[in-house]
């Protein structure tokens, strides 16, 4: 099993940037894949972006140019800098773990606020 937890969210007005750092701790023979998604209010989780551990990246399209994900193999660590925010980037982001232990498996944080506003 793997615990995600979740840190730096919060409330940045329009234009500006936020860092969302996530760490795995647990049992596992190694993460696969670290990434972020996210979900608004009243609407579908929608994919952010994605790292693997050789460091290819996937970012959905509504944040591509913007977003930048990262990942520190040695903490187990994954991070999301956010730049140019607008209101429509504000929800709740999630993060997640592909990881090899006996088998496949993924896991999921419990999720961080991130809140765009004037």
């Known amino acids: 099993q793997v615990d995600l937890v979740e840190s730096g969210g919060g409330l940045v007005q329009p234009g500006g940037s936020l860092r969302l750092s996530c760490t795995a701790s647990?049992?596992?023979?190694?993460?696969?894949?670290m990434g972020w998604s996210r979900q608004a209010p009243g609407k579908q989780r929608e994919f952010v972006s994605t790292?693997?551990?050789?460091?290819?990246?996937r970012y959905g399209d509504s944040v591509k140019g913007r977003f930048t994900i990262s990942r520190d193999n040695a903490k187990n660590t994954v991070y999301l800098q956010m730049n140019d925010l607008n209101p429509e980037d504000t929800a709740v982001y999630y993060c997640?773990?592909?990881?090899?232990?006996?088998?496949?498996?993924?896991?999921w944080g419990q999720g961080t606020q991130v809140t765009v506003s004037s």
């Open positions: 647990g049992t596992f023979v190694r993460i696969v894949v």
């Open positions: 997640y773990a592909n990881f090899l232990n006996t088998v496949y498996s993924e896991s």
């Open positions: 790292i693997t551990t050789g460091g290819a990246t």
